[in-house]
Nanobody, 116 residues
């Protein structure tokens, strides 16, 4: 089972990035999927989640209206569209799949750097 996150990079404040999380060995339509971030010296923080069907989404307050989580079950991939990026969005972003009791399958992370 592997989650491969990619799409990070360097962007100026106000810009956009789209992160992708491609799954192998796991059928994402069976799982609630989420994006988290971890900034240097800080704990991992929830950003957004989406149900297996894609009908339900949840966002951290700080990203509501700026980030959009989506999924393409045919491609077995989850996305995070990030708009109006701020320097404080700088972090390593991880995708995760919900297990029985928690998010227990994690990708390797992709670095997002937002310059001011």
């Amino acid at each position: 089972v592997q989650l491969q996150a990619y799409g990070g990079g360097l962007v100026q404040a106000g810009g956009s990035l789209r992160l992708s999380c491609a799954a192998s060995g796991l059928t994402i339509s069976n799982y609630r999927m989420a994006w988290f971030r971890q900034a240097p010296g800080k704990e991992r923080e929830f950003r957004a989640a989406i149900s297996g069907s894609g009908s339900s989404t949840t966002y951290a307050d700080s990203v509501k209206g700026r980030f959009t989580i989506s999924r393409d079950n045919a491609k077995n991939t989850v996305y995070l569209q990030m708009n109006s990026l701020k320097p404080e969005d700088t972090a390593v972003y991880y995708c995760a799949a919900w297990g029985d009791y928690k998010y227990d399958t994690w990708g390797q992370g992709t670095l997002v750097t937002v310059s001011s």
